[in-house]
């Protein structure tokens, strides 16, 4: 168990380049104890990428810096690896009816300056960053509570007509209460994330140098961050939580390249890896033995639609069916075995695994390959206008081979011409999707911000939602998903959003293609190495050999 | 020759308004909005965004950001912040600049020692085996490409034979910086020691070569003195360029053994659209250019006392 995960998103960054965002959940532990002798006090090193900005909790959204902050910041809640809700640093988080909850803190618990963690520190903290003058960029995590906009108005150069939300209110020191605009059934789930960190007293004297140098409550404390070079945590030794680190520290070292880091890991330079380069992935498990990593995380790839373009909308909105062809037409298992060399499961879904409310047939036939039934679909849809379709990726991700894949899957089930249309990279990518340029498909994809099916229905296909680039606009299915977010129980909710997946093959906002995961490895220095729903190490569990 | 300095050093002038201009408005006119990038696939509000436009003063139209620019660069040694660390882009230029500076003048001397060494020898042996053994090793080095070079060297001496890690760990030690140094400099070397050649066999046949043989002179001083001096001036004139070159072009060299450089800062910086970024690194640049190429010019004089300035 550690604590909860940053949204990430990995630019143009070798293989995964997906965007998205991630919480943390908790390994089983032990099944590779007793291995060899352990020095508690033993230093390990991880392969990372400089932040690429501040260390701040509510602004941290990328995986270079969520690494960090898991290690500096504990939240009030974490989760285990089946999706369910751990105690961190409270100890009960309580609500009867989704809308009013009540948080009561583990007294004695203590940020790294020896200060108290209150609940003050974290009502300060979530007034700071909800505050659009501080312009974090996670502050829409807050929009649940009530008076958000106050706070944070939507329009430009809006100023706050608020000091601080109105829906919290300190009880007492340990206790305070959280009142959303409307019923959430899941979130409890949410104040794992990042974003929902304390900050201590000294922070608001001068921010940007508390970026710099950030002093958490979480199970490590910052030692030193050399730019582009490395940054240092050491243990936290009055650490009160139950994931206090069983080594003395980790060293964030930071390399350029994944071949680099491989290389290094070989010649015993660095000791975890987060992700092996397209290069070695052949040869890594050979190299590594059972120190080679292998397991599925919580993120997706898709094909998102650009229902603006005019191919999907004129002279009438395109027929679902036709999109379900499309889907149909790929051959998931064969390219993810060939071309992205077994590092990808073929997807059955929209909601990846490892999360509440995951079922292992989400999307029905339609990611089957059935190149006869794709014809067919397609044909009783209209067909494709122009019979023509393209597929935007960004071209520094090393998304190419698989696009070209999908491609030539797509054109010999159904003859549909498909050609990939490369932007050179992620930032021209997202500039094509934001001035809605895309011409018919892009590639997409996420990671999970908390492990419930709503944060990979609702955040992505909801009108207006963040993640909702194509356009994709149903009032039917925003109203099903209003229900189920105003679910009595968290049960409720979930099942409710697992019948509005079943639901999606009659709207196809996107064609699911395959699920995320981590292919990684360790060095000889360390054991009991795991990684958590968002593919990234569990700092405090690695244990150091003597 | 000091009217020559001083006319030298007022031409760098326009010449540093130009480029930082022309790398501005290139880094300007690329697609994608580097406060949009900072949020990614999630995106965020319009008003956190205007709010960073307006922070980094994006929302003023280019001439007014190149303006603020250049003055708080000229009056203030300000060369702004990153958009997305925050950083003061000094302290960024001057962590990435002392690697990469050590890294090119490390490989600036392996290419004059060895270099020039292989030019003298095939120079002076023109026609012979060495001549010929050396043609052929500096035409296998020309043709072969940065990264292949580096492959090799760290598969051999890192992989093989383990004389070296394979990569430059953040400390940066001379030791380590052996392998991309001789990795960097050996297109250069390769060159230097084509040039020195050719012009040393030329040379050789010049009339006050013979003279100086005439008199009587030790081989050593002909060849030390007389022939060396006249000789170098074209294997001057490129390595001046080339210290320039080093410096910009030890982009490939540092990702290969993952140096914290210039090479990385840059492309880095065009990827996510730090254009101030890219505009004070390609001036520290140019400055170092303007500066190796003044130095050539005034060493001419040294060199070959029939050149005067003016």
Same mark, same amino acid.
């Given at each position: 168990?550690?604590?909860?995960? %940053?949204?990430?998103?990995?630019?143009?960054?070798?293989?995964?380049?997906?965007?998205?965002?991630?919480?943390?959940?908790?390994?089983?532990?032990?099944?590779?104890?007793?291995?060899?002798?352990?020095?508690?006090?033993?230093?390990? %090193?991880?392969?990372?990428?400089?932040?690429?900005?501040?260390?701040?909790?509510?602004?941290? *959204?990328?995986?270079?810096? @969520?690494?960090?902050?898991?290690?500096?910041?504990?939240?009030?809640?974490? +989760?285990?690896?089946?999706?369910?809700?751990?105690?961190?640093?409270?100890?009960?988080?309580?609500?009867?009816? @989704?809308?009013?909850?009540?948080?009561?803190?583990?007294?004695?618990?203590?940020?790294?300056?020896?200060?108290?963690?209150?609940?003050?520190?974290?009502?300060?903290?979530?007034?700071?960053?909800? $505050?659009?003058?501080?312009?974090?960029?996670?502050?829409?995590?807050?929009?649940?509570?009530?008076?958000?906009?106050?706070?944070?108005?939507?329009?430009?150069?809006?100023?706050?007509?608020?000091?601080?939300?109105?829906?919290?209110?300190?009880?007492?020191?340990?206790?305070?209460?959280?009142? #959303?605009?409307?019923?959430?059934?899941?979130?409890?789930?949410?104040?794992?994330?990042?974003?929902?960190?304390?900050?201590?007293?000294?922070?608001?004297?001068?921010?940007?140098?508390?970026?710099?140098?950030?002093? !958490?409550?979480?199970?490590?404390?910052?030692?030193?961050?050399?730019?582009?070079?490395?940054?240092?945590?050491?243990?936290?030794?009055?650490?009160?939580?139950?994931?206090?680190?069983?080594?003395?520290?980790?060293?964030?070292?930071?390399?350029?390249?994944?071949?680099?880091?491989?290389?290094?890991?070989?010649?015993?330079?660095?000791?975890?890896?987060?992700?092996?380069?397209?290069?070695?992935?052949?040869?890594?498990?050979?190299?590594?033995?059972?120190?080679?990593?292998?397991?599925?995380?919580?993120?997706?790839?898709? #094909?998102?639609?650009?229902?603006?373009?005019?191919?999907?909308?004129?002279?009438?909105?395109?027929?679902?069916?036709?999109?379900?062809?499309?889907? *149909?037409?790929?051959?998931?298992?064969?390219?993810?075995?060939?071309?992205?060399?077994?590092?990808?499961?073929?997807?059955? &879904?929209?909601?990846?695994? &490892?999360?509440? !409310?995951?079922?292992?047939?989400?999307?029905?036939?339609?990611?089957?390959?059935?190149?006869?039934?794709?014809?067919?679909?397609?044909?009783?849809?209209?067909?494709?206008?122009?019979?023509?379709?393209?597929?935007?990726?960004?071209?520094?991700?090393?998304?190419?081979?698989?696009?070209?894949?999908?491609?030539?899957?797509?054109?010999?089930?159904?003859?549909?011409?498909?050609?990939?249309?490369?932007?050179?990279?992620?930032?021209?990518?997202?500039?094509?999707?934001? %001035?809605?340029?895309?011409?018919?498909?892009?590639?997409?994809?996420?990671?999970?911000?908390?492990?419930?099916?709503?944060?990979?229905?609702?955040?992505?296909?909801?009108?207006?939602?963040?993640?909702?680039?194509?356009?994709?606009?149903?009032?039917?299915?925003?109203?099903?998903?209003?229900?189920?977010?105003?679910?009595?129980?968290?049960?409720?909710?979930?099942?409710?959003?697992?019948?509005?997946?079943?639901?999606?093959?009659?709207?196809?906002?996107?064609?699911?293609?395959?699920? +995320?995961?981590?292919?990684?490895?360790?060095?000889?220095?360390?054991?009991?190495?795991?990684?958590?729903?968002?593919?990234?190490?569990?700092?405090?569990?690695?244990?150091?050999?003597? | *020759?000091?009217?020559?300095?001083?006319?030298?050093?007022?031409?760098?002038?326009?010449?540093?308004?130009?480029?930082?201009?022309?790398?501005?408005?290139?880094?300007?006119?690329?697609?994608?909005?580097?406060?949009?990038?900072?949020?990614?696939?999630?995106?965020?509000?319009?008003?956190?965004?205007?709010?960073?436009?307006?922070?980094?003063?994006?929302?003023?139209?280019?001439?007014?950001?190149?303006?603020?620019?250049?003055?708080?660069?000229?009056?203030?040694?300000?060369?702004?912040?990153?958009?997305?660390?925050?950083?003061?882009?000094?302290?960024?230029?001057?962590?990435?600049?002392?690697?990469?500076?050590?890294?090119?003048?490390?490989?600036?001397?392996?290419?004059?020692?060895?270099?020039?060494?292989?030019?003298?020898?095939?120079?002076?042996?023109?026609?012979?085996?060495?001549?010929?053994?050396?043609?052929?090793?500096?035409?296998?080095?020309?043709?072969?490409?940065?990264?292949?070079?580096?492959?090799?060297?760290? @598969?051999?001496?890192?992989?093989?034979?383990?004389?070296?890690?394979? $990569?430059?760990?953040?400390?940066?030690?001379?030791?380590?910086?052996?392998?991309?140094?001789?990795?960097?400099? %050996?297109?250069?070397?390769?060159?230097?020691?084509?040039?020195?050649?050719?012009?040393?066999?030329?040379?050789?046949?010049?009339?006050?070569?013979?003279?100086?043989?005439?008199?009587?002179?030790?081989?050593?001083?002909?060849?030390?003195?007389?022939? *060396?001096?006249?000789?170098?001036?074209?294997?001057?004139?490129?390595?001046?360029?080339?210290?320039?070159?080093?410096?910009?072009?030890?982009?490939?060299?540092?990702?290969?053994?993952?140096?914290?450089?210039?090479?990385?800062?840059?492309?880095?910086?065009?990827?996510?659209?730090?254009?101030?970024?890219?505009?004070?690194?390609?001036?520290?640049?140019?400055?170092?250019?303007?500066?190796?190429?003044?130095?050539?010019?005034?060493?001419?004089?040294?060199?070959?006392?029939?050149?005067?300035?003016?």
């Amino acid at each position: 168990m550690r604590g909860a995960k %940053s949204a990430k998103w990995v630019a143009g960054a070798i293989v995964v380049a997906l965007a998205a965002t991630a919480c943390g959940g908790g390994a089983d532990k032990g099944d590779n104890a007793g291995k060899g002798d352990v020095d508690p006090n033993g230093i390990y %090193s991880v392969e990372v990428g400089e932040p690429e900005k501040l260390l701040h909790p509510a602004d941290t *959204m990328e995986s270079n810096g @969520s690494i960090v902050m898991s290690g500096l910041f504990s939240q009030l809640v974490d +989760y285990d690896a089946d999706g369910k809700l751990v105690m961190v640093n409270a100890e009960s988080v309580e609500s009867k009816d @989704s809308k009013l909850w009540t948080v009561k803190l583990k007294p004695g618990w203590t940020f790294h300056d020896g200060t108290k963690v209150t609940a003050e520190s974290y009502v300060k903290a979530w007034n700071w960053a909800a $505050n659009i003058n501080n312009k974090q960029g996670n502050a829409s995590w807050y929009a649940d509570i009530k008076g958000f906009e106050a706070l944070h108005p939507e329009a430009e150069g809006a100023k706050p007509t608020a000091e601080a939300l109105e829906g919290l209110k300190v009880v007492d020191e340990n206790t305070f209460t959280i009142e #959303l605009a409307n019923a959430v059934p899941y979130f409890g789930y949410k104040l794992g994330y990042e974003v929902f960190s304390p900050l201590p007293e000294s922070f608001y004297k001068d921010p940007a140098a508390a970026g710099e140098k950030p002093v !958490g409550n979480g199970p490590y404390k910052f030692k030193s961050w050399e730019h582009k070079k490395q940054i240092e945590l050491t243990r936290f030794d009055d650490y009160k939580g139950a994931d206090k680190a069983k080594n003395g520290g980790v060293i964030l070292k930071n390399y350029s390249t994944l071949e680099t880091a491989y290389e290094d890991l070989k010649s015993g330079n660095v000791d975890v890896l987060r992700q092996i380069g397209p290069k070695d992935l052949p040869v890594y498990r050979g190299d590594l033995g059972d120190r080679a990593v292998d397991q599925p995380y919580s993120a997706i790839q898709t #094909l998102a639609v650009a229902f603006y373009a005019d191919q999907w909308k004129t002279p009438k909105p395109v027929n679902p069916k036709v999109i379900q062809g499309l889907s *149909m037409a790929i051959d998931r298992a064969t390219i993810t075995k060939t071309v992205l060399q077994g590092t990808r499961d073929p997807a059955t &879904g929209w909601v990846a695994k &490892g999360v509440l !409310g995951y079922t292992a047939d989400g999307s029905g036939d339609v990611a089957k390959f059935d190149p006869a039934k794709a014809k067919a679909l397609i044909a009783e849809g209209g067909g494709v206008p122009n019979n023509e379709i393209t597929i935007q990726f960004n071209s520094d991700g090393g998304h190419k081979e698989w696009v070209e894949a999908v491609c030539g899957s797509i054109t010999s089930a159904t003859g549909v011409k498909c050609t990939g249309d490369a932007k050179p990279d992620f930032q021209a990518d997202l500039q094509a999707r934001k %001035s809605k340029q895309v011409k018919s498909f892009y590639r997409s994809g996420w990671v999970l911000d908390y492990p419930v099916n709503a944060n990979f229905i609702s955040d992505l296909f909801r009108t207006g939602a963040g993640g909702n680039q194509g356009g994709f606009t149903s009032p039917e299915l925003d109203a099903k998903i209003a229900a189920a977010d105003t679910a009595p129980s968290l049960d409720e909710s979930v099942k409710a959003y697992q019948a509005i997946e079943k639901d999606l093959v009659n709207y196809m906002p996107s064609i699911p293609l395959w699920y +995320y995961k981590v292919n990684a490895g360790f060095s000889e220095k360390v054991q009991n190495v795991k990684y958590a729903q968002d593919g990234d190490p569990i700092l405090d569990l690695v244990e150091v050999k003597k | *020759m000091g009217r020559y300095v001083a006319r030298r050093l007022l031409q760098m002038i326009p010449v540093f308004f130009g480029t930082t201009l022309l790398i501005f408005l290139m880094v300007y006119s690329l697609p994608g909005d580097p406060v949009a990038g900072l949020f990614g696939d999630k995106g965020t509000d319009p008003a956190t965004l205007a709010a960073l436009r307006h922070q980094h003063g994006l929302d003023l139209p280019w001439w007014h950001q190149y303006y603020n620019y250049i003055t708080g660069i000229l009056f203030h040694f300000d060369f702004g912040s990153q958009i997305r660390s925050g950083r003061d882009i000094i302290d960024v230029i001057g962590s990435a600049f002392p690697v990469t500076l050590r890294l090119a003048l490390f490989a600036f001397v392996i290419e004059i020692v060895l270099g020039l060494t292989l030019g003298i020898v095939a120079g002076l042996k023109a026609g012979k085996l060495v001549d010929n053994l050396i043609l052929i090793l500096t035409l296998l080095i020309i043709s072969m490409p940065v990264f292949v070079l580096g492959f090799i060297v760290k @598969s051999v001496f890192a992989f093989q034979l383990g004389w070296i890690d394979p $990569n430059v760990s953040t400390k940066e030690t001379w030791g380590e910086l052996i392998a991309p140094a001789v990795v960097l400099g %050996s297109l250069s070397l390769a060159y230097v020691a084509r040039l020195t050649r050719t012009s040393m066999a030329e040379n050789l046949r010049a009339d006050y070569v013979r003279t100086a043989v005439a008199k009587g002179l030790p081989k050593r001083r002909v060849i030390g003195v007389h022939l *060396m001096r006249n000789s170098m001036i074209p294997v001057v004139t490129f390595l001046g360029t080339d210290i320039g070159a080093l410096m910009g072009g030890a982009v490939i060299t540092e990702g290969i053994f993952n140096v914290k450089g210039v090479g990385g800062l840059i492309y880095e910086s065009v990827i996510r659209r730090e254009g101030l970024t890219v505009v004070g690194v390609v001036t520290v640049l140019v400055v170092v250019y303007l500066i190796a190429s003044l130095l050539v010019d005034l060493l001419y004089a040294v060199m070959d006392p029939r050149i005067r300035y003016a």
